[in-house]
């Protein structure tokens, strides 16, 4: 090596050993990395299609990096002049050779390489007619221009194309399908065999889109390589298009229709020997594609990102959430403040004390003689009179304690202490009104606040669109003469789907709205159950969701309590749209009319907080709030028994505020679910307990008032063994414990209500 000094004399260096720097792991490396650009290049240079043209190993060293050029040239030269005619293997020997030339001098330009091998390429050919009298071969000399023109392209698309790049992928599965064709064994065409598997991996792993492009690509590769295989290119690419389009990403599946794709496509080969190829190839690239693991092709195919949630719902959601922490903000601010606060002026017995000596000591002659000089005994004296006022309301002359005796005006006195008194506990009242509906503010504010939250987060996870799903379900309504206003296929976090439908206001009987179910649930491929409708104004709404694995069995039965005709006690029991099955029993404090109410009002305000979407406790928050606030000077208040289950999944949870225990009988043998708990509407804040359990198919839970447990429990729990036992239905056991709950209480019956829900397979 030579360097260069200022007093540019040449110093002449002895060459360094680059190899001799490197790791021994890096040099074995590297060598591995030339050896597999030699190797790939010999395969290339044997690849031909369309009769002759033989581009692969020529682009392959005009568009390799360039540390590999060397190795790359070498291999393409040993595989062309060892599997290409002679007059080709020569011809590419010298392009090959002006190709490697022309990057290496121009410091590893592709553009360069490419002219150098196509020009050389060109002109050898030139040279071989004149050499040969004139005599034109026009095969030899289309297959020599193609030769040019294909290196040249698929120089640049492999320089540009990466391997790591889907568009690399493609590119080299098509080029190692038509090089591969060379090394047909028997019945066995190897790149029949790499289109088979990349094509049903594609259709496995892959979208419609990336199925299409990578089928039709080998097909076309395939075709070029071996005319005579086009009907088994295309057999390949019908079967992979077909699972694509009817099984995305289900494997077996997918499987099943290429098989059936491939037999219909054997339908055009040429004679019965014809179908021997495309069975082995075909057969082969299934076995391969099958036993290929699911993170292989996720890593080739991955999963598409999810399509970006519409303006609207990503914004309301966001502004939903952005109003729940402000409305929590609030009810904390207002919390601390008024717990940092001390309390007003006139709120203590001071302000009886100071009403007295302003409105009748302030004018009296022995004003000094009392305030001055007899401080301590004048304070003691009218702080004697709080006992009396407190008890009585008022005092009278002879009430007054000896410490007040040397007042010369005691009627004036006891005028002005009655009059302070009464100012002191109105005072004393309005705060403690302020105080209540403070609470009650900040409290309803937290309640929403996680309401409103709890909303956000549904509508931050709105379910993936279905485009296709969409235009299918909206054609169906166009045929019917019913054009679609609005239509959405969506699917949930879960995997499970939802179709809602907007149309012009119509009215549909039953027969019409079952057959409506199973012709959407036949598009959306999915068991969708009957749709809820609502009729708003012009238009109706349809909306549909898939069926549940469970289904919701209820029964209930209510006795009033002794002598009276009104029960205390409400129940419902329904089924939402969101696949949930709700259960709810309150029990009004007391008996009769009074306690319908408050039981009627927590009731019926609970199932509409749990129809709009709240949770459990957030609604039970609220109607404690309204229980709290409907009666402040007397006792109201309601207990709650909530039971949600998830029809889906079988999941339930129990929410309980105040209430007697409930029970759950598996396999016909009873169990209680208690916790300890206050009733809404006693407390500033509501006091629950939680539990969730899980539920299988024929498992019973019921609740119960505690009129029903005024003898006990472990008589009630034999006797859901019972019916569990005599196959009763959940009305029939309700009907015999809300019986047998009377008998057992006699004169003390209180209200009785019994609730009961079995799950069952739908």
């Known amino acids: 090596m030579a360097v260069f000094t200022n007093t540019n004399e040449k110093v002449h260096t002895p060459a360094l050993d680059v190899g001799a720097l490197l790791p021994a792991g890096a040099r074995w490396s590297a060598l591995a990395w030339q050896g597999a650009a030699a190797v790939t290049g010999a395969v290339l240079g044997a690849g031909q299609v369309w009769g002759g043209t033989a581009p692969f190993g020529l682009a392959f060293v005009i568009g390799c990096p360039p540390a590999y050029l060397f190795a790359a040239g070498v291999g393409a030269l040993a595989g062309s002049l060892a599997f290409q005619p002679v007059a080709m293997g020569l011809k590419l020997a010298g392009a090959l050779a002006a190709a490697v030339a022309g990057r290496w001098l121009s410091g590893g330009k592709s553009r360069t390489g490419a002219l150098a091998g196509g020009v050389t390429l060109l002109a050898i050919q030139a040279l071989g007619i004149f050499f040969a009298g004139g005599i034109l071969d026009p095969g030899q000399t289309v297959a020599t221009g193609c030769t040019a023109l294909l290196a040249a392209g698929l120089g640049w698309a492999f320089a540009h194309f990466p391997v790591q790049e889907p568009r690399g992928v493609c590119l080299w599965l098509a080029v190692a399908a038509a090089c591969l064709q060379r090394c047909t064994l028997g019945p066995l065409a190897p790149?029949?065999?790499?289109?088979?598997?990349?094509?049903?991996?594609?259709?496995?792993?892959?979208?419609?889109?990336?199925?299409?492009?990578?089928?039709?690509?080998?097909?076309?590769?395939?075709?070029?390589a071996s005319p005579s295989l086009c009907y088994a290119a295309l057999s390949v690419a019908l079967g992979s298009l077909a699972a694509s389009c009817l099984y995305p990403g289900e494997r077996w599946r997918c499987a099943g229709v290429f098989v059936a794709g491939c037999t219909v496509g054997a339908l055009a080969a040429p004679d019965a020997a014809g179908v021997l190829p495309l069975a082995a190839g075909g057969g082969l690239g299934l076995c391969v594609a099958v036993a290929l693991p699911g993170e292989w092709l996720r890593a080739v195919f991955p999963p598409p990102a999810p399509p970006a949630q519409p303006q609207g719902l990503t914004g309301a959601a966001r502004r939903l959430a952005n109003v729940a922490d402000t409305l929590s903000d609030i009810a904390d601010t207002v919390n601390a403040v008024c717990a940092r606060q001390m309390p007003p002026k006139g709120e203590n017995f001071d302000f009886v004390v100071e009403h007295i000596a302003r409105t009748t000591c302030q004018t009296c002659t022995r004003r000094n003689r009392c305030w001055v000089r007899g401080y301590a005994t004048a304070m003691d004296g009218l702080y004697q009179l709080k006992p009396t006022l407190e008890s009585t309301g008022h005092v009278e002359v002879e009430d007054l304690p000896g410490q007040l005796s040397v007042c010369i005006h005691p009627g004036d006195l006891c005028t002005a202490a009655n009059h302070g008194y009464r100012l002191w506990r109105s005072r004393r009242q309005t705060r403690a009104r302020a105080t209540t509906l403070r609470t009650a503010l900040t409290e309803q504010y937290s309640a929403l606040a996680g309401a409103l939250a709890q909303l956000a987060g549904k509508l931050g996870q709105a379910g993936l669109p279905d485009p296709?799903?969409?235009?299918?379900?909206?054609?169906?309504?166009?045929?019917?003469?019913?054009?679609?206003?609005?239509?959405?296929?969506?699917?949930?976090?879960?995997?499970?789907?939802?179709?809602?439908?907007?149309?012009?206001?119509?009215?549909?009987?039953?027969?019409?709205?079952?057959?409506?179910?199973?012709?959407?649930?036949?598009?959306?491929?999915?068991?969708?159950?009957?749709?809820?409708?609502?009729?708003?104004?012009?238009?109706?709404?349809?909306?549909?969701?898939?069926?549940?694995?469970?289904?919701?069995?209820?029964?209930?039965?209510?006795?009033?309590?002794?002598?009276?005709?009104?029960?205390?006690?409400?129940?419902?029991?329904?089924?939402?749209?969101?696949?949930?099955?709700?259960?709810?029993?309150?029990?009004?404090?007391?008996?009769?009319?009074?306690?319908?109410?408050?039981?009627?009002?927590?009731?019926?305000?609970?199932?509409?907080?749990?129809?709009?979407?709240?949770?459990?406790?957030?609604?039970?928050?609220?109607?404690?709030?309204?229980?709290?606030?409907?009666?402040?000077?007397?006792?109201?208040?309601?207990?709650?028994?909530?039971?949600?289950?998830?029809?889906?999944?079988?999941?339930?949870?129990?929410?309980?505020?105040?209430?007697?225990?409930?029970?759950?009988?598996?396999?016909?043998?009873?169990?209680?679910?208690?916790?300890?708990?206050?009733?809404?509407?006693?407390?500033?804040?509501?006091?629950?307990?939680?539990?969730?359990?899980?539920?299988?198919?024929?498992?019973?839970?019921?609740?119960?008032?505690?009129?029903?447990?005024?003898?006990?429990?472990?008589?009630?729990?034999?006797?859901?063994?019972?019916?569990?036992?005599?196959?009763?239905?959940?009305?029939?056991?309700a009907q015999t414990i809300a019986d047998a709950a009377v008998r057992r209480s006699g004169e003390k019956q209180d209200d009785i209500t019994v609730a009961v829900v079995r799950l069952a397979q739908p």
């Open 191 to 224: 790149g029949l065999a790499v289109a088979a598997a990349a094509g049903l991996c594609a259709a496995i792993a892959g979208t419609l889109e990336q199925t299409a492009v990578v089928s039709i690509a080998l097909a076309a590769a395939l075709t070029a």
């Open 468 to 733: 296709r799903r969409e235009a299918k379900v909206a054609q169906l309504f166009a045929g019917l003469g019913l054009d679609a206003l609005e239509c959405s296929v969506t699917s949930d976090l879960a995997g499970r789907l939802t179709v809602a439908v907007t149309i012009a206001r119509t009215r549909f009987t039953e027969e019409e709205v079952t057959g409506l179910t199973g012709e959407v649930s036949r598009i959306c491929r999915r068991d969708l159950d009957i749709p809820e409708i609502t009729h708003c104004r012009t238009v109706t709404m349809l909306s549909f969701g898939e069926r549940p694995v469970f289904r919701a069995e209820f029964g209930a039965a209510g006795r009033p309590a002794k002598g009276q005709t009104v029960s205390g006690d409400a129940l419902e029991q329904f089924c939402d749209t969101s696949g949930r099955a709700q259960m709810l029993l309150c029990d009004g404090m007391g008996t009769g009319r009074p306690a319908a109410v408050d039981g009627q009002m927590a009731a019926r305000l609970t199932s509409q907080l749990l129809r709009a979407g709240f949770a459990a406790e957030s609604a039970a928050r609220l109607v404690n709030v309204a229980l709290g606030l409907k009666s402040a000077e007397q006792e109201s208040g309601a207990t709650l028994d909530l039971l949600t289950i998830d029809l889906y999944t079988g999941r339930a949870g129990l929410f309980k505020a105040g209430a007697a225990p409930s029970f759950l009988v598996r396999d016909g043998v009873p169990r209680m679910l208690e916790g300890a708990s206050l009733p809404m509407g006693v407390l500033d804040s509501l006091v629950g307990r939680s539990t969730t359990f899980g539920l299988d198919a024929g498992d019973w839970v019921v609740l119960v008032s505690d009129g029903a447990l005024t003898d006990g429990s472990q008589w009630l729990m034999e006797q859901l063994q019972l019916c569990a036992k005599l196959g009763h239905t959940p009305q029939q056991a």
